[in-house]
């Protein structure tokens, strides 16, 4: 417990509110850990699995209308409408206090309130935020104890201050029509309801550690971004460290947990990972950018995840991991989904909890899924094979590089180098990415998605923008910036490029560009690799395959012109006037080309 007033009023006020039966005040031991999983499973909220082969793993689904993220119901509650954007959905604060406050009203009524006290970043990090959320699941409780730092040791850091970000969550009946999730940046607040699915309840996760920090990072100038940490050893011990942005789809996970080809594991290249999904980046020694995972765990997609695909992701979930809406096996008390293996169990029940055997069809002949889609694990840290010796360095880790990236059939190249920060700042500014067959709605539909913060940034993404070019005038040392493209497709629609553990090829060339030790070719989207400069030793390609890779079609990139010009029209007065003269330079030097 606490005696600081701010925490205690906060608690106070919505106990009076929700009223609950009970209040627990979580404590982060393991007494407590365990006496919480024995009472979810005694009441059937989760399902523990077999303890010899997946020792302290739980097993859990969510409600049928509750499975991921919803964008459309999630809302940036600024004061002035203005500052929220044109990519956000706004609501008034005022109004959607009264609104949440009303559904919330009595909502744990024979239910037991959570006091989770939580640090996003090592406690006491000069990186480190604070964090308080009220819940009445247990499931998000032992979530929470996984994805962050959950200990009383947060108390001590709060010196008695309000300076935490406030996080209520409460299940109430579920209801779709009533599922919000506001975030208020001026007021450390994030206010979910009517949702149980990670991704929405886990309040460290995305709601404050990219909506809530980006607008944090903005007035204390420092920066949160959706963004993966790897480290790359050299064969003489030197590390460099990569920040890389994708939006969904576009291999994020298996590049940060990159396990590199015999051809670089034989000359003693090593890959480290030191997070998969959020960086906090602010100057740190020397004027350079340092970066930390503020998460404590991996909160992953399952389908597809297996040992040829991404073996260290696969050995993170073998212990103490929570499995989301896959397939549970009664048999032995395991677990399995689409993609980990070609030996679909029988006899199971699939994530909705219907009897399921692998090889299902339904009336019209389709396979009937036993995983949902985005059926999840969240698995701690620690368990990760690669997990970096920095990951728990308080300071940080340097960054060399930062690489954007999309999935392009055509247009973007294997790889290009931006010209300087501004150009950098604009190229992540342009990102886009192609939409697949998993996602509803037409296959090939450029969308949209700057340094792939487009549902995450909790302001104006042309302020947004702005932050990202001061805070390359205060960095002494700029880290290089990098576009890659691992999905240009033959005219038969294969992909060209092997992708996975190869994508160490284009690292070196991107950490061999950060030493000066090999040259680039000027074009006009920017700096580009020399064929040769790839290392294809063991691939089944040629140098001229890589040319046709870094290859910049005029037609295709005047028609992109045209389209970022279309999109940066909707930041109006707001969009930086560098971000306008890096898109003439483009179509300068189209024309000229």
């Known amino acids: 417990m606490t005696n600081n007033k701010y925490v205690l009023d906060f608690v106070k006020k919505y106990a009076d509110l929700m009223t609950p039966d009970n209040i627990v005040w979580i404590d982060g031991s393991k007494q407590q850990k365990k006496e919480l999983t024995d009472i979810a499973?005694?009441?059937?909220?989760?399902?523990?699995?077999?303890?010899?082969?997946?020792?302290?793993?739980?097993?859990?689904?969510?409600?049928?209308?509750?499975?991921?993220?919803?964008?459309?119901?999630?809302?940036?509650?600024?004061?002035?409408?203005?500052?929220?954007?044109?990519?956000?959905?706004?609501?008034?604060?005022?109004?959607?206090?009264?609104?949440?406050?009303?559904?919330?009203?009595g909502s744990m009524k024979g239910r037991t309130m959570y006091v989770i006290p939580f640090s996003m970043g090592k406690i006491g990090?000069?990186?480190?935020?604070?964090?308080?959320?009220?819940?009445?699941?247990?499931?998000?409780?032992?979530?929470?104890?996984?994805?962050?730092?959950v200990s009383e040791k947060v108390y001590d850091k709060l010196n008695g201050?309000?300076?935490?970000?406030?996080?209520?969550?409460?299940?109430?009946?579920?209801?779709?029509?009533?599922?919000?999730?506001?975030?208020?940046?001026?007021?450390?607040?994030?206010?979910?309801?009517?949702?149980?699915?990670?991704?929405?309840?886990?309040?460290?996760?995305?709601?404050?550690?990219?909506?809530?920090a980006s607008y944090q990072g903005w007035k204390?100038?420092?920066?949160?971004?959706?963004?993966?940490?790897?480290?790359?050893?050299?064969?003489?011990?030197?590390?460099?460290?990569?920040?890389?942005?994708?939006?969904?789809?576009?291999?994020?996970?298996?590049?940060?947990?990159?396990?590199?080809?015999?051809?670089?594991?034989?000359?003693?290249?090593?890959?480290?990972?030191?997070?998969?999904?959020?960086?906090?980046?602010?100057?740190g020694k020397g004027g350079a950018l340092?970066?930390?995972?503020?998460?404590?765990?991996?909160?992953?997609?399952?389908?597809?995840?297996?040992?040829?695909?991404?073996?260290?992701?696969?050995?993170?979930?073998?212990?103490?991991?929570?499995?989301?809406?896959?397939?549970?096996?009664?048999?032995?008390?395991?677990?399995?989904?689409?993609?980990?293996?070609?030996?679909?169990?029988?006899?199971?029940?699939?994530?909705?909890?219907?009897?399921?055997?692998?090889?299902?069809?339904?009336?019209?002949?389709?396979?009937?899924?036993?995983?949902?889609?985005?059926?999840?694990?969240?698995?701690?840290?620690?368990?990760?094979?690669?997990?970096?010796?920095?990951?728990?360095?308080?300071?940080?880790?340097?960054?060399?590089?930062?690489?954007?990236?999309?999935?392009r059939a055509k247009a973007a190249p294997l790889v290009y180098e931006a010209r300087d920060w501004k150009h950098g700042v604009f190229v992540g500014a342009i990102m886009a990415s192609e939409t697949t067959a998993a996602a509803s709605g037409a296959v090939g539909v450029v969308r949209h998605d700057p340094m792939a913060m487009l549902p995450f940034c909790g302001y104006h993404m042309g302020d947004y923008f702005q932050h990202w070019l001061d805070m390359g005038k205060k960095l002494k040392v700029k880290p290089k910036i990098f576009n890659v493209n691992w999905?240009?497709?033959?005219?038969?629609?294969?992909?060209?490029?092997?992708?996975?553990?190869?994508?160490?090829?284009?690292?070196?060339?991107?950490?061999?560009r950060c030493d000066e030790a090999v040259d680039a070719v000027e074009s006009p989207i920017g700096l580009l690799p020399r064929p040769e400069d790839i290392n294809i030793e063991g691939l089944d390609l040629t140098v001229d395959t890589i040319a046709g890779l870094l290859n910049v079609d005029k037609a295709t990139w005047k028609a992109e012109a045209k389209d970022i010009e279309e999109f940066f029209g909707k930041f109006g007065d707001k969009l930086p006037k560098e971000l306008t003269k890096e898109l003439k330079t483009l179509k300068s030097n189209l024309r000229k080309a």
């Open 161 to 212: 201050t309000d300076n935490f970000v406030k996080c209520i969550h409460g299940k109430v009946k579920l209801e779709e029509e009533n599922r919000y999730i506001c975030q208020f940046p001026e007021d450390n607040t994030i206010y979910s309801i009517n949702s149980g699915y990670g991704g929405n309840v886990l309040l460290g996760k995305k709601c404050f550690a990219l909506r809530i």
């Open 41 to 105: 499973a005694s009441t059937g909220e989760v399902i523990k699995l077999n303890n010899k082969l997946l020792p302290g793993c739980l097993y859990h689904r969510t409600a049928v209308n509750d499975v991921a993220r919803v964008e459309q119901r999630t809302f940036i509650c600024s004061r002035d409408k203005e500052n929220c954007g044109p990519t956000n959905n706004w609501m008034d604060p005022q109004e959607a206090y009264a609104k949440l406050d009303k559904i919330a009203a």
């Open 220 to 283: 204390e100038g420092w920066m949160a971004e959706h963004m993966l940490i790897l480290g790359v050893q050299k064969p003489n011990g030197e590390v460099k460290y990569i920040c890389g942005a994708f939006p969904s789809a576009c291999g994020k996970t298996n590049l940060a947990m990159l396990i590199p080809p015999e051809t670089y594991t034989s000359k003693g290249y090593k890959v480290f990972t030191v997070g998969d999904d959020i960086a906090w980046l602010r100057k």
């Open 290 to 407: 340092y970066a930390i995972n503020p998460e404590n765990g991996f909160f992953g997609v399952a389908p597809g995840t297996n040992e040829k695909s991404n073996f260290n992701a696969l050995q993170s979930t073998r212990s103490n991991t929570i499995f989301t809406n896959v397939v549970y096996n009664p048999k032995n008390k395991t677990v399995w989904w689409e993609g980990l293996d070609k030996n679909p169990p029988s006899n199971c029940f699939d994530w909705k909890g219907n009897p399921w055997s692998g090889g299902m069809t339904d009336a019209e002949g389709k396979p009937v899924k036993g995983a949902h889609p985005n059926s999840r694990f969240t698995a701690p840290i620690k368990n990760c094979p690669c997990l970096s010796p920095e990951f728990e360095n308080p300071k940080g880790v340097p960054v060399s590089a930062i690489i954007f990236g999309g999935r």
């Open 125 to 149: 990090s000069p990186f480190a935020k604070y964090g308080i959320e009220l819940t009445d699941s247990i499931y998000v409780v032992l979530n929470m104890i996984i994805m962050t730092r």
């Open 487 to 512: 999905f240009r497709t033959d005219d038969k629609g294969n992909f060209i490029w092997p992708g996975f553990g190869d994508n160490m090829r284009v690292l070196e060339w991107i950490l061999d």
